[in-house]
């Protein structure tokens, strides 16, 4: 996580008549991504957790609280996460009940002060960690209990990039984009990446594909960890 992203998030947050999808990227060709895409995201994440009613969880890089106020209808609370301050004064002010807002980077987090946090999902966030700062946040995790499960959704497959970028003049785009230092998307991650950083911290991971009526699943897949003390790894 970058300066890079804080200040794009900080800035389109600020923009006035800009939509909560476009101010965290839930876009398509310019429009808002349709309800059924979000709740398909929410879907997701409820499976894979497998939330219940008497589950605090934590939505990490929560950005506006788009998807995190639709998650609160699933269990008891939700501590939604963000290091933009812009984006989480959206947040905020749009927040339900049983929601709460936290200005935070993820990479900083003392999971010792959340002890009621008993689930973790990060949607379509990734992309904007480094391989080393993915090693640092796996190790945040590492401090909750045993058994805590982790959901980190929407995950750009680095061996999907040209599926994405599926024309000579998308991919030009894409490569100039990175030599300026301003990414499009951010990183795109090979899979056995994040099976190998998870090995390290001892925490279980199975890479699951994306619903195939999500629009993303042609190129981005998600992740479900486990604090565990005996860590088996898993492909779909």
């Known amino acids: 996580m970058s300066d890079h992203w804080r200040s794009v998030y900080d800035e389109i947050s600020a923009k006035p008549n800009t939509s909560l999808f476009a101010q965290v990227g839930k876009t398509i060709h310019g429009q808002d991504l349709p ?18 009613v008497t589950d605090v969880l934590a939505d990490l890089c929560c950005g506006n609280g788009l998807v995190t106020e639709r998650l609160a209808k699933h269990c008891h609370q939700v501590i ?20 709460r ?16 946090v008993t689930k973790v999902v ?19 995790f590492s401090q ?13 497959d680095r061996k999907k990039l040209r599926d994405y970028y599926d024309t000579d003049e998308k991919y030009a785009f894409y490569l100039q984009r990175e ?20 090995a390290a911290q001892r925490l279980a991971v199975t890479i699951r594909p994306q619903k195939p009526e999500m629009i993303t699943a042609y190129y981005r897949f998600d992740v479900l960890l486990e604090v565990t003390n005996d860590a088996v790894s898993q492909r779909p």
């Open 179 to 198: 030599r300026e230092g301003r990414p499009h998307m951010g990183h795109w991650w090979l899979r056995q990446d994040i099976l190998d950083a998870a």
């Open 80 to 99: 939604g996460i963000d290091y933009s301050s812009g984006l989480i004064d959206v947040a905020r002010r749009n927040a339900g009940a049983n929601v």
């Open 101 to 116: 807002y936290v200005h935070a980077n993820a990479l900083e987090m003392n999971w010792c002060q959340l002890p009621d």
């Open 122 to 140: 990060m949607n379509e966030a990734l992309q904007h960690f480094s391989r080393q700062q993915l090693d640092q946040l796996l190790a945040g």
């Open 144 to 156: 909750l209990p045993v058994g805590t499960r982790i959901y980190i959704g929407g995950i750009p």
């Open 35 to 52: 309800q059924e895409q979000l709740d398909l995201i929410v879907e997701s994440a409820v499976e894979g957790l497998q939330i219940n």
